[in-house]
């Protein structure tokens, strides 16, 4: 099993741009999210899903959109990208009856100048 | 916010010794987790403890949970150059929550030295 993958790892955007972080798990998990990581701040939650279909906002969802189309695929799309969206951007999964231990994707580095 | 806080921020030990981190959060509780992360890598999970359960052991790891002052500790016994990385705890905000909104602490960077 490959477990969470993201893509890209890197990303350079001009204020403005949009564009989307891809997410894939295969294990089945029907639970996903997506998170932010900036320095000093910890691991905040921008969107989850508990299944195909079904999404909701976390602590900080402004200028992302999130779908859920498919039990493997969660992408996170910037709408117009931001400096304050600069950050490092984790997606997780696990099924639902355990939430808490989630599997975290590698993680994609975003500057946005 | 429900976010924990880790204390302290940083912690430098030398090999063999024994790294104490700890998490204090706001609310009620139905979980807590403890994750690490390695320099430039994502979360791997380490120990989950249930609000009823006060002590969770996992091979060099001892995790406690006090309700009644809402914190939990992490111990590593032991300690190797190989547990360097940050430690975070995570919690949900406990009955009625809404499923899948967990709350992160900034973590403990913990350095262990040969």
């Not at chain 1, 997506?34 to 905040?44: A, E, I, K, S, V």
Request: proline share 3%.
């Amino acid at each position: 099993n490959a477990g969470v993958t993201q893509t890209p790892k890197f990303q350079v955007l001009k204020t403005g741009q949009s564009m989307t972080l891809q997410c894939a798990q295969d294990m089945n998990h029907e639970y996903m999210s997506w998170y932010r990581q900036d320095p000093g701040m910890g691991l905040r939650l921008i969107h989850y899903s508990v299944g195909a279909g079904i999404t909701d906002q976390g602590e900080v969802p402004n200028g992302y959109n999130v779908s859920r189309s498919t039990t493997e695929d969660f992408p996170l799309r910037l709408l117009s990208a931001a400096p304050s969206q600069t950050s490092v951007y984790f997606c997780a999964s696990s099924f639902t009856g355990e939430v808490g231990k989630l599997f975290f994707g590698s993680g994609t580095q975003l500057s946005v100048l | 916010s429900q976010q924990g806080e880790e204390d302290p921020q940083a912690l430098s030990i030398q090999e063999g010794e024994n790294a104490t981190m700890n998490c204090s959060y706001k609310t009620s509780i139905n979980n807590l987790q403890w994750y690490r992360q390695n320099s430039g890598r994502g979360l791997v999970h380490l120990i989950l403890i249930r609000s009823n359960e006060r002590e969770k052991h996992s091979g060099r790891l001892r995790v406690t949970l006090d309700t009644s002052k809402k914190s939990s500790s992490l111990l590593i016994t032991a300690s190797r150059a190989a547990d360097t990385a940050s430690y975070f705890c995570a919690t949900d905000a406990g009955r009625g929550s809404t499923l899948g909104r967990l709350y992160f602490g900034r973590g403990t960077q913990l350095t262990v030295w040969p």
